[in-house]
């Protein structure tokens, strides 16, 4: 199965990025291959909605589950709308999540575990 | 005539000095609390609040019945407000602007616009020393929101022309201090001898001097500090309308809710001259087209 890891860099051999909307990279793995795609987060430097951003972005490759350390409400309800499943508290090497998930170590959340990071509308 | 009394550093007396000088004139006018994140005017001036009203953005609201999911309200959105999922179409009203793209470009015309709360309106009335009215109004923003601008714009909708108003202004120098005193005719600027008051009272300055509005500062706590700002007006040639010393009892008065001119009554005279200095300072009425 795809699923999605933020990571600080470009493969498996690097730590979760906690962050979701502005983390460095998203990986896409495959659980089954651990092929791995990363993708570069374009959304670090948008002023707002960066979560919503990176939410759509989960869908668009086609991901089943979202693996991180912490996500705000907006990307927790984009993601959660396309019936994605969301994994909070993810943290350490990525090779070593990955084969924890396979295990059915973690328990999906179910709902935000951080407040909004709201930019002034002025 | 329109007088906003703004600061650059907050903390240095806006309210103590438009109160005071609102109740000094002892003439029609009136009493506008711009500072709607913190309103706190009323605590000094005590009005009889007569009438409340909510204050709404507009946000988009999706009718699914027509909505095709194309996307084109996501494209639209500036602000990440909007976003098309596989199945329907979310919105974000806290990031929202307000900015009505997104109803007016809709290609299914599957958005309208609904308001949001985001703060409330009050007027209302007192009565100076001597009887005569003033009338208050004031706006006040829920807590979470940051659409101040809005709400000022709503407040100062209510200005009666032609009559003398006086303003108490946010502080700082940004967007909901630039929408307050933009189109007063004078402005009075209060701040203290301190090298942060200073700092903050170059950078409204600058401001005024850039939307040619007439100043003049009021120094206050003027015997404890520097002489920076002293130095600073005489330089510039700006009129330095009242020196206020630090008086403790002056501030135990405040800490009770009650204005500087009904702590020490010497006062009503210094705030009536201070309006006789302005006047002739502040624009003419038309000349502001």
């Known amino acids: 199965m795809k699923i999605c890891v933020t990571a600080q860099d470009k493969d498996l051999n690097t730590s979760v990025d906690p962050r979701f909307g502005r983390c460095g990279y998203f990986l896409i793995i495959d659980t089954e291959?651990?092929?791995?795609?990363?993708?570069?987060?374009?959304?670090?430097?948008?002023?707002?909605?960066?979560?919503?951003?990176?939410?759509?972005m989960m869908?668009?490759?086609?991901?089943?589950?979202?693996?991180?350390?912490?996500?705000?409400?907006?990307?927790?309800?984009?993601?959660?709308?396309?019936?994605?499943?969301?994994?909070?508290?993810?943290?350490?090497?990525?090779?070593?999540?990955?084969?924890?998930?396979?295990?059915?170590?973690?328990?999906?959340a179910g709902a935000p575990d951080t407040g909004s990071h709201q930019t002034p509308l002025s | 005539m329109i007088i906003s009394v703004a600061s650059g550093k907050g903390g240095t007396g806006k309210t103590t000095i438009a109160t005071s000088l609102a109740l000094s004139l002892d003439r029609e006018l009136q009493f506008i609390d711009c500072d709607v994140e913190e309103p706190n005017a009323h605590i000094f001036l005590k009005p009889e609040i007569n009438a409340s009203e909510t204050v709404g953005l507009p946000v988009p609201?999706?009718?699914?019945?027509?909505?095709?999911?194309?996307?084109?309200?996501?494209?639209?959105?500036a602000y990440n407000a909007i976003a098309v999922t596989s199945l329907q179409v979310l919105t974000f009203p806290e990031l929202c602007h307000s900015c009505g793209a997104c109803a007016l470009l809709?290609?299914?015309?599957?958005?309208?616009?609904?308001?949001?709360?985001?703060?409330?309106?009050?007027?209302?009335?007192?009565?100076?020393?001597?009887g005569r009215a003033i009338r208050?109004?004031?706006?006040?923003?829920?807590?979470?929101?940051?659409?101040?601008?809005?709400?000022?714009?709503?407040?100062?909708?209510?200005?009666?022309?032609?009559?003398?108003?006086?303003?108490?202004?946010?502080?700082?120098?940004?967007?909901?201090?630039?929408?307050?005193?933009?189109?007063?005719?004078?402005?009075?600027l209060v701040t203290e001898p301190t090298p942060f008051g200073f700092h903050d009272l170059k950078l409204i300055i600058e401001l005024l001097k850039q939307i040619r509005i007439p100043h003049g500062v009021v120094i206050n706590r003027?015997?404890?500090?520097?002489?920076?700002v002293e130095s600073f007006c005489e330089e510039q040639q700006i009129p330095v309308l009242m020196r206020i010393p630090f008086s403790l009892d002056i501030a135990r008065m405040y800490s009770r809710g009650v204005a500087l001119i009904e702590a020490d009554r010497q006062y009503r005279r210094k705030f009536q001259e201070m309006f006789e200095i302005i006047e002739p300072r502040a624009l003419q009425p038309d000349s502001l087209q």
């Open chain 1, 33 to 56: 291959s651990l092929s791995c795609e990363a993708i570069e987060n374009p959304n670090r430097e948008t002023g707002g909605g960066a979560g919503i951003r990176s939410g759509q």
């Open chain 1, 59 to 108: 869908s668009a490759n086609q991901v089943e589950a979202v693996l991180t350390g912490h996500m705000g409400p907006n990307a927790f309800r984009t993601i959660a709308s396309e019936n994605i499943q969301i994994f909070l508290g993810i943290a350490g090497p990525v090779r070593e999540v990955v084969e924890k998930f396979k295990q059915g170590q973690y328990q999906p």
């Open chain 2, 61 to 77: 609201r999706i009718d699914p019945g027509r909505c095709v999911l194309c996307g084109h309200c996501q494209e639209v959105c």
């Open chain 2, 136 to 188: 208050f109004v004031h706006g006040r923003l829920n807590p979470k929101e940051v659409a101040t601008p809005h709400l000022i714009r709503q407040v100062k909708a209510r200005i009666e022309p032609d009559s003398l108003v006086i303003m108490d202004a946010p502080p700082g120098t940004t967007c909901p201090v630039v929408q307050t005193i933009k189109d007063s005719h004078f402005c009075i």
């Open chain 2, 222 to 228: 003027c015997d404890i500090g520097d002489r920076q």
């Open chain 2, 106 to 130: 809709c290609p299914q015309q599957a958005i309208e616009e609904i308001p949001r709360e985001i703060g409330t309106l009050e007027t209302g009335a007192l009565r100076t020393f001597s």
